[in-house]
C-alpha cells in the first residue's frame, strides 16, 4: 500500500502545512524560523535546517525569520553572529528585516518568569547544580522535591527582582519551573529557567545578571514573533511536552507548535560544535573555514557551491528516521553541479619534463583548446606548445604494468588537444631519480588525430615548459573512519586521517591560470574540480583547493579491503 508521501511526493512536514492551511489554522499563514546559537559556526546539519525552514516558508507563501538565540553569554560572540548570517546569505536565503534576537526579549522573557511566579509555576532554588541534578534524579531514578520548592510567591518574588538587580553570585539561586517532580520524564521535574550569570553579553552587555535558558527563551520567542511551524531535530522531541507547558501557561490565543525531524548525520566527520570548536582551538585544523571542515564556511573555502549544498539538503531528505548520510552523496552532489558549470583547464601536480627533440628550439604555437567538451557556448582557449613541455610523472612508466595505456619507452600517446609524442630516452640523475623524457612528434597529429587513422590509448594532460608554478592543496576527509566520536573509550582526534591535506608548492598550470581570480572554479582534466583560494590566491600566484576528485576514490579503496 502506498502511503500519502510516495502517492503526492510530500514529506510530512509539508502534509501537517498543508492541513493546517486547509483548516484555516493560523489563518493559513506561514512563518517559521531559523534560531542559531552565535557559538560557532555552522554546519552542514545546520545548512539542511535552513534550507528546510526558509525552503518551506517559500513554497507556501510566507517567510523565514532568521533569529540568534544568544541566551548564554560565555560562548557567544559577534564573529559568530556575523559569521552564520554570512552563511545564510550565501546558500541564497534572506531575512529581509526579519532577523531577531532573544536577547531583543530580554524584558519580556523576565516578566513572562515574574507571571510565572505569580501563577505559582515557578519558584527561586537554592540548591546547586550538582545537588538540583541529583534531586532530579532520571529515567530509573524518581526525583525528589527541593526543600525551597514550596516558598511562598511574594519570597519567591523577592528573590528573583534581587537575582535581577545583581545581588548574588553565579549558582546562588536558579528561577525553576513548578511542574512535577515525580513525572516519568525527567524533562518535567522542575526544570530550570533562568540563571545567574555575571558576563558581557554581545549585545546587551552587563545590563542583565540572569539569562533565561533555551527551553524557557526558545518556545517563548517562537510566540513572541508569532512562528505558526517550529521546527526543530529530533533530539527535542522528548522536550516538547516542556515546550507545550510554558507556551500553555503564558500565551493567550494564537500559538506555535512544534515538530521534530531527523537532523543530518554525515559518515568521516564530527558534528558537534563542541568537537569543532576542539579542532579549531586545539589546531588540528586551521580555522572554522578550513575545507577539511563540514562547516559551510569550510565547504565554502574548498569550492562547494550553494546549489550543490541546497542540492544536497534536498537528497538527504526529510522524516523521523535518524539515518547516516554517505560523504560520497554530498560529493556526489559537487560533482555534478561543477560538471556542468566548471571549464576545463590543465594542470600538472608533479611536474616530469619533456623534452620534444624534434621540435623547433624557441618555436611556440598556440593550440586551440575546448574550455567545456560537451558546452561549444562555453568557447575556447589558447595554450602554447613548445619544445619542453610537462606532464604527471605518475603518466610515465619506465617498465609499464598490464593495462597501463600512458607513456613509457617506445610508446606513442596522445597529449590532449595536441599532438602524438613517443617516448625514445629516459633521462636520470645520479640517484637513479627519472629527471627527463626526450620524445618525438608526430606534426601531422596536430589537434590530436592522425590523418592516417592510427590509434592511441593514451591521452595525457600537459603543461608548456614556460608553465607557471601554483600551490596545490589535496583536501581530503578529516577523519579514517565513518563515525570518528563514536568510540567512547577514545578521543575522536585519534581517527583523524593523516593523508587529509597534501600541499604541493611546484605544481604547474597552463598560463591562462596565472591570473585566476579567487574563488573562480575549474576541472583540472583528469585530477578533479578545484577552486582557487579566496584568501590566500594571488595574482601571478594563484592557490587552489581541490574541491573533489572526479571520482569516488573511497568507494575503491574500501573495496580493496572486501
Known amino acids: 500500500m502506498t502511503t500519502t508521501n510516495e502517492t503526492q511526493g510530500l514529506n510530512f512536514l509539508q502534509e501537517i502545512i498543508e492541513e493546517d492551511r486547509r483548516a484555516g489554522k493560523h489563518g493559513g499563514r506561514v512563518l517559521t524560523r531559523f534560531p542559531p546559537e552565535p557559538n560557532g559556526y555552522l554546519h552542514i546539519g545546520h545548512a539542511k535546517a535552513i534550507c528546510l525552514n526558509f525552503g518551506l516558508a517559500k513554497q507556501y507563501g510566507g517567510l523565514c525569520n532568521l533569529r540568534f538565540d544568544d541566551t548564554n553569554p560565555v560562548t557567544e560572540d559577534t564573529d559568530y553572529v556575523e559569521s552564520i548570517q554570512r552563511d545564510v546569505k550565501w546558500l541564497g536565503f534572506d531575512w529581509d528585516d526579519r532577523k531577531f534576537f532573544a536577547s531583543d526579549y530580554f524584558p519580556k522573557l523576565y516578566d513572562f ?324 623524457l626526450r620524445c618525438t612528434y608526430d606534426p601531422a597529429t596536430r589537434g590530436g588525430d592522425s590523418p592516417d587513422g592510427r590509434k592511441v590509448k593514451g591521452t595525457l594532460h600537459w603543461v608548456p615548459g614556460n608553465a607557471p608554478t601554483a600551490e596545490v592543496r589535496l583536501y581530503d576527509r578529516l577523519f579514517s573512519v565513518e563515525s570518528p566520536d563514536s568510540d567512547d573509550a577514545k578521543d575522536f582526534t585519534t581517527f583523524l586521517n593523516p593523508a587529509s591535506l597534501e600541499v604541493l608548492r611546484n605544481a604547474r598550470v597552463e598560463p591562462g591560470l596565472a591570473q585566476a581570480t579567487p574563488e573562480s572554479r575549474f576541472q583540472f582534466e583528469r585530477l578533479g574540480y578545484f577552486f582557487a583560494d579566496p584568501k590566500d590566491s594571488q595574482p601571478g600566484k594563484p592557490v587552489f583547493n581541490r574541491t573533489v576528485t572526479l571520482k569516488d576514490s573511497w568507494v575503491k579503496e574500501q573495496g580493496k579491503g572486501k
Not at 207 to 215: E, H
Not at 416 to 435: H, L, P, Q
Request: net charge neutral; hydrophobic share 35%.
Open 113 to 436: 518568569a515574574v507571571q510565572l511566579i505569580k501563577q505559582g509555576k515557578a519558584y527561586v532554588c537554592s540548591l546547586s547544580a550538582d545537588e538540583i541534578r541529583e534531586y532530579r534524579g532520571d529515567f530509573t531514578t524518581p526525583g525528589r522535591d527541593s526543600p525551597y520548592r514550596t516558598r511562598s510567591v511574594e519570597e519567591n518574588l523577592d528573590l528573583f527582582e534581587r537575582m535581577r538587580g545583581g545581588e548574588f553570585p553565579d549558582g546562588k539561586h536558579t528561577l525553576r519551573a513548578k511542574i512535577d517532580m515525580t513525572s516519568p520524564n525527567p524533562v518535567l521535574r522542575d526544570p530550570p529557567i533562568y540563571r545567574i550569570r555575571h558576563a558581557h553579553h554581545h549585545r546587551t552587555g552587563e545590563a542583565w545578571p540572569i539569562y533565561p535558558l533555551y527551553d524557557f527563551a526558545h518556545c517563548l520567542s517562537d510566540a513572541i514573533e508569532g512562528i505558526t511551524h517550529s521546527i526543530c531535530t529530533l533530539e527535542f522531541e522528548n522536550r516538547r511536552v516542556l515546550y507545550d507547558w510554558i507556551v500553555d501557561s503564558l500565551i493567550q490565543g494564537e500559538r506555535p507548535h512544534q515538530y521534530e525531524f531527523n537532523r543530518l548525520n554525515l559518515n568521516y566527520t564530527v558534528m558537534s560544535k563542541r568537537k569543532l570548536l576542539k579542532l579549531v582551538m586545539e589546531k588540528y585544523v586551521s580555522g572554522w573555514d578550513d575545507p577539511r571542515m563540514m562547516t559551510i564556511s569550510g565547504l565554502r573555502r574548498r569550492g562547494f557551491t550553494p546549489a550543490s549544498i541546497r542540492d544536497f539538503a534536498t537528497r538527504a531528505g526529510v522524516s523521523k528516521t535518524q539515518q547516516l548520510i554517505d560523504m560520497g552523496v554530498l560529493e556526489l552532489c559537487i560533482r555534478e553541479d561543477l560538471n556542468e558549470t566548471a571549464p576545463r583547464a590543465m594542470a600538472v601536480l608533479r611536474p616530469l619534463k619533456v623534452v620534444v627533440e624534434n621540435y623547433p628550439e624557441g618555436q611556440e604555437e598556440l593550440l586551440e583548446v575546448q574550455n567545456h567538451p560537451q558546452k561549444p557556448e562555453m568557447g575556447t582557449r589558447k595554450v602554447p606548445f613548445m619544445r619542453e613541455l610537462f606532464i604527471e610523472a605518475e603518466d610515465f612508466m619506465e617498465v609499464p604494468a598490464k593495462g597501463f595505456f600512458r607513456l613509457a619507452p617506445g610508446k606513442e600517446v596522445r597529449l590532449r588537444s595536441a599532438y602524438f609524442i613517443t617516448c625514445k630516452e629516459v633521462i636520470k640523475d645520479a640517484a637513479g631519480n627519472i629527471t627527463e
